[in-house]
């Protein structure tokens, strides 16, 4: 079964109607002073204004317009939602190699009409991996990107296996057939893209590895201009292969003894994955994390991932504290969040961040509060908590104790966050997923291999595996682990009826929690559709200081917070929101204006 026929037609007037290519413009982020907040996982490559897309029978929403394309296909081919999602993945990893790809994981929630499943694709740590991995010879955790780039932070990728086990239970179309978007793409070249470009012209390290170097560079070291045909013939080889053989064929055999190669003899910084650890990867199936919300009248059933991600947890804690306090009261002010409703979440986020430092990792490595992750989302324990907030900021937060159990662990250290890509689809058959999908920080580790980049995942562990009293940090390195993920794939359903109301989430590293409670506060505590949702500034704490969108806020905005005490910081947010709502007549999807996503159905 072949669908690359019409690979360019629709896109053709969508990209007419979004002028993604004339209008999009370059932004450099300046470096980070050492008290700065974490900066944001990709660059700022300009705004484009989204008018959001009604469909009728099926919809799917990427960071990419090919890849969106891809997605279309398949679902009007007749195929699943999972279906979809393999082609829209597949595409992604190659024009949008910065943030997710065959080196990487993913994070899959899927409801078929009745049931909830959460597929867990998440790297892990290589088995010889030990609490030392990012301390220096001096014993102290490492400078970042000394950590990041090269073999040492790449972790076992789990993306594919993870798709691979959810087609076997919900794909419609052969596997095979997936791919075939991508390889064309792949061997026929597809035009560099103004947000590839930006992201390449302000990366000082890809340049160093000489696969990286040859492929995304020009023959003086410049990267290839908007518009340049790239073309992929490796890659193209490895999906031919994966198409042919499943998973097995990335995981074993001559492309994992690559993968192997490259992170193990890596010149400065070499890695510890063995074949043995790619062989042995297994994806999981947990089960998802729900919790109920009242959104005024409407009571609201939202699910997400549990650990090792941290997402739905701190979502649930700041949507549960917020809903303690008179934010439901406060609407929107001249189209933005007002000064004192914008003091309540950020002092909901300081302290669900706080409980998330010190709770939050993968759960076959420690046990959650109170013998349950639902500890953390308890009524009594978030009215608790919400007593915490005053007239004045908490600046920072302190852990609270959930089921009366004080942890034995350290708070982990702030250190930066990175990555990923979102992927909402809704098909013919009653299916819907969520999908966030990831290679950490921009262009991974930098180590190209096969044509893919491999992650560098093992650095959303704590660098620092214990306090200074030697007190273990939870989410420390350990052999065979997943680390802490702020990945926040969520379905939204009415509590009374079952009805999926949205599928949403966003890239953004720890911000992606505080990108996709935006989209759930503007659609259901403000009324908006999913784009109106979408297009509202950013803001959030982690725990610090109160982090606002450039540009987005007035001056009386900012010098409310100030007054409250907030140490208040106007930083670029480059979210990449993705999300489709149930209306009356069929959906309705809304991609953000920041990125190059775009929505599509019939």
């Known amino acids: 079964m072949k669908l690359t026929s019409t690979l360019a037609r629709p896109l053709h007037s969508a990209l007419l109607v979004l002028g993604i290519a004339a209008t999009l413009t370059g932004c450099a982020l300046a470096p980070r002073a050492s008290n700065a907040p974490p900066v944001q996982p990709e660059q700022a490559s300009g705004s484009v204004d989204k008018p959001g897309w009604a469909t009728r029978q099926f919809s799917v929403a990427a960071a990419n317009p090919l890849a969106t394309q891809a997605g279309y296909q398949i679902l009007k081919a007749g195929g699943s939602a999972v279906d979809a999602a393999i082609a829209v993945q597949m595409v992604l990893g190659l024009v949008e190699p910065q943030s997710s790809g065959l080196g990487g994981g993913a994070f899959l929630l ?66 095979a057939s997936l791919f ?77 003894q690559a993968m192997v190669d490259k992170v193990r003899q890596h010149p400065t910084n070499p890695g510890r994955l063995t074949m043995d650890d790619l062989a ?62 914008l003091h309540l979440y950020t002092e909901a986020s300081r302290l ?58 350290a708070p982990m250290p702030d250190q930066p966050e990175y990555g990923t890509s979102h992927i909402s689809i809704v098909d013919a058959h009653g299916n819907a997923l969520a999908m966030t999908t990831t290679i950490e920080d921009a262009f991974g580790a930098r180590q190209m291999v096969k044509g893919f980049l491999l992650n560098n ?51 953004g590293g720890a911000l992606i929690i505080h990108y996709t409670a935006k989209l759930l506060y503007g659609k259901f505590h403000w009324g908006l559709d999913a784009q109106q949702a979408i297009k509202l500034p950013n803001f959030a704490s982690l725990n610090g200081p109160s982090l606002l969108e450039e540009s987005r806020f007035p001056a009386s905005t900012v010098e409310a917070l100030q007054r409250r005490g907030a140490d208040v910081r106007e930083v670029p947010m480059t ?17 953000d204006p920041r990125r190059e996503g ?3 159905g019939d």
């Open 457 to 507: 995942e093992l650095t959303d562990f704590s660098f620092s595996p214990s306090d200074a009293q030697g007190q273990p940090v939870a989410n420390r390195v350990q052999g065979g682990k997943r680390p802490r993920s702020s990945m926040a794939p969520t379905l939204v359903f009415d509590k009374a009826t079952g009805e999926l109301l949205m599928t949403g989430g966003s890239p």
């Open 180 to 256: 075939d978007p991508a390889i064309t793409l792949a061997e026929q070249g597809f035009k560099v893209s103004p947000r590839l470009n930006t992201l390449l012209a302000g990366d000082p390290h890809l340049k160093k590895d000489p696969v990286a170097l040859a492929y995304f560079f020009d023959a003086a070291g410049k990267p290839w201009p908007v518009g340049h045909r790239l073309k992929n013939p490796e890659l193209a080889g490895v999906l031919r292969r994966i198409a042919a053989e499943g998973a097995r064929a990335l995981m074993t055999g001559d492309i994992a």
């Open 110 to 175: 899927h409801h078929n009409g009745r049931i909830t499943e959460a597929f867990d694709g998440r790297e892990t740590a290589p088995l010889a991996a030990d609490k030392g991995l990012f301390l220096g010879a001096d014993g102290k955790p490492l400078p970042f990107y000394d950590a990041v780039v090269g073999g040492r932070s790449v972790g076992v990728p789990g993306v594919l296996r993870m798709l691979e086990d959810a087609h076997r239970q919900h794909g419609k179309l052969p596997w």
């Open 352 to 409: 669900a961040f706080a409980d998330r430092a010190q709770y939050l990792a993968d759960p076959d490595f420690v046990n959650p509060p109170g013998g349950s992750w639902m500890s953390l989302l308890d009524a009594d324990y978030l009215t608790e908590r919400a007593r915490l907030i005053g007239p004045l900021s908490l600046k920072t937060a302190k852990p609270g104790t959930p089921g009366q159990v004080k942890s034995s662990y």
């Open 280 to 341: 042995r990867y297994k994806a999981q199936k947990r089960e998802p994390l729900c919790h109920d919300h009242e959104a005024g009248t409407r009571r609201l059933r939202i699910c997400g991932m549990p650990p090792p991600s941290s997402g739905a947890i701190a979502i649930g804690q700041i949507l549960g504290i917020l809903g303690r306090t008179q934010a439901d009261q406060i609407p929107l002010a001249g189209g933005l969040p007002d000064p004192h409703w």
């Open 598 to 600: 775009l929505v599509m």
């Open 575 to 591: 979210s990449g929101l993705q999300a489709i709502e149930k209306t009356p007549s069929g959906w309705f999807g809304g991609a």
